[in-house]
Every structure is written in C-alpha cells, then in structure tokens.
Nanobody
Framework: QLRLVESGGGTVEVGGSLTLSCTAS?????TNWYRQTPGNERDFVAG???????NYADSVKGRFSISRDDPTNTVYLQMNNLKPEDSATYYC?????????????WGQGTHVPVSS
C-alpha cells in the first residue's frame, strides 16, 4: 500500500511557473499526473516510467516537464508558461505491478488556480 503526498499547488499568474511534487511512501515504477476541473473527468497530463520514459498530453507539451528523484520517491511536475486553461486540481497517480497486475494509488490532489 502506497501513500502519496502532493504539494506545490497555489495561485499563479498567467505566464508564470509552478512545480508540483508527489512523494510516495515507497517506490513506484511509473507515476502520472492528472488534472480535473469541476464537472469534468480527470485528464492525463504527464507520465514517467523509469528515469527517462516520459509522455505528455498535447496541451502541455513544451511547457510542462515531469521528472523523478528515486532516493526520495518523489516525482515532480514543472509547469511553465501557465495558461488559464491549466487551472485545475492536479492528482498524482503512482502505479505498481505485482504478478503482472497493475495497481494505482492516488494522491489527495493539489489545486492550481491560474489567474489572468
């Protein structure tokens, strides 16, 4: 059972930057960031597998960067050039695999309002 703690959210102005952190109580080979606005589904933002396998939603490519620090079991989401449409609650999703079965663990979410 993994526990995730997210941090780094807060109000930021359009064009600004913010870094979100997701620290797990253990190692997860893959971690993703999702975001959700009220009344909408949770959307994929970025994911990392191992040290260098990354992928991004088209809407954030070139602006967001995901990275990990294995000694601290922390995954970061660096967000640059933020836009009003990036306003959302951001969730961390850590994925583990046991006997070929994947299990997802979710953080509590961290809110990022982008003010114009």
């Amino acid at each position: 059972q993994l526990r995730l703690v997210e941090s780094g959210g807060g109000t930021v102005e359009v064009g600004g930057s913010l870094t979100l952190s997701c620290t797990a109580s253990g190692r997860a080979p893959a971690t993703n960031w999702y975001r959700q606005t009220p009344g909408n589904e949770r959307d994929f933002v970025a994911g990392i597998i191992g040290y260098s396998g990354t992928n991004y939603a088209d809407s954030v490519k070139g602006r967001f960067s995901i990275s990990r620090d294995d000694p601290t079991n922390t995954v970061y989401l660096q967000m640059n050039n933020l836009k009003p449409e990036d306003s959302a609650t951001y969730y961390c999703d850590a994925v583990t695999s046991t006997d070929g079965r994947y299990k997802h663990y979710w953080g509590q979410g961290t809110h990022v309002p982008v003010s114009s």
